[in-house]
């Protein structure tokens, strides 16, 4: 990458210069992560919670979310860290990590009243305010995929308004009444009266211009995929569909979340393996235009190499803490 590539990359040129400490310490970071919340989501036992607390599959579930992001985050920051595509797989898996530890904490910790551990209220805000985020990085995704870039100005504009709605959206679910999405627990720094519940609406109205934002973007991929060539296309319409179905994933999560966490049901490790099936299926898409269409010009032995490499990496430290807790 010469220096004028660097200058018109998305990407700032520190993160560049210093990808390969950057990559590892998040590889770290996110197998700490996820390796805490399997351990606290199975050892969490039902009690005081105002939710139902989850089944180890549910962690399961996230982790293969985790692993998969991350492994296509760390191909592509390492081979082409010029392009932005490669930092938003990473930031989506650790948007995920974050909400999924918060989620494990929150269970664990309010097993009891009081709670047996500290920044309860903290854990339950940071989960809950990361959710607009999931919808943001699906979108600044599909926009910029596959060159880093969005196929036009207008549709930057669109990738900075989903980052100022996700944004206004989380502030919306902080300061709103009434119990969180997937939570059952209301915010901690929840306004009272006709605040709060103006709020709340405003976080729905929000996610929905959100989950619109991200069709949009589907729709400049197909705009990518018709003015593409053959292997190009062969390359997007993998991304094309599964954008679509996660999607209509997490759309379906978002619209279940609220009846399926409260305590009694039975509906809430399904509705979020079914997220989890949704979420999923993007990388998986990126992985077959990478080692299938040789997209990146990325050799096949290189990028199963590291992709197998950091995902038996991730799954190993998650089995051996299973092991290790079951012996407990």
């Not at 709670?115 to 305010?129: D, I, R, Y």
């Not at 619109?212 to 319409?237: C, E, F, H, N, P």
């Not at 569909?241 to 994933?249: D, Q």
Request: charged share 10%.
């Amino acid at each position: 990458m010469t220096e004028a590539d660097a200058r018109s990359s998305l990407v700032p040129a520190w993160f560049i210069a210093h990808r390969r400490p950057i990559v590892w310490l998040a590889v770290v970071v996110l197998t700490g992560l996820t390796f805490s919340a399997f351990a606290l989501g199975y050892a969490a036992r039902p009690g005081a919670q105002p939710f139902a607390p989850q089944d180890p599959i549910v962690f399961l579930g996230s982790a293969a979310v985790i692993a998969a992001y991350a492994c296509v985050s760390v191909v592509l920051v390492l081979r082409v860290p010029d392009n932005v595509v490669g930092w938003i797989f990473g930031a989506f898996a650790v948007v995920v990590a974050t909400s999924n530890i918060a989620w494990a904490y929150v269970t664990y910790a309010t097993e009891t009243v009081p709670p047996q551990l500290p920044g309860v209220e903290a854990a339950l805000l940071l989960g809950a305010t990361s959710v607009p985020w999931w919808t943001f990085c699906l979108v600044a995704l599909i926009t910029c995929f596959p060159d880093g870039r969005p196929i036009s100005k207008a549709w930057g504009w669109l990738v900075i308004a989903a980052a100022l709605l996700a944004t206004v959206g989380s502030l919306a679910l902080a300061f709103s009444s009434g119990p969180l999405p997937a939570w059952a627990a209301e915010s901690p720094l929840a306004l009272p009266g006709p605040s709060g519940i103006a709020l709340a609406a405003a976080a729905r109205v929000v996610v929905a211009m959100l989950v619109a934002m991200a069709l949009a973007a589907v729709w400049s991929l197909t705009i990518r995929y018709r003015a593409a060539d053959d292997i190009g296309r062969l390359q997007l319409k993998w991304l094309v569909y599964a954008g679509g179905v996660f999607i209509v994933c997490g759309m379906a999560f978002w619209l279940l979340a609220g009846s399926a966490y409260e305590q009694g049901s039975s509906g809430s490790t399904a509705i979020w393996v079914l997220f989890c099936a949704g979420a999923i299926v993007v990388p998986l898409a990126a992985l077959v235009a990478i080692l299938r269409y040789h997209l990146y010009e990325i050799e096949t032995i290189i990028g199963r190499t590291l992709v197998y490499g950091s995902l038996t990496a991730i799954l190993a430290g998650i089995y051996t803490a299973g092991i290790r807790l079951f012996n407990w």
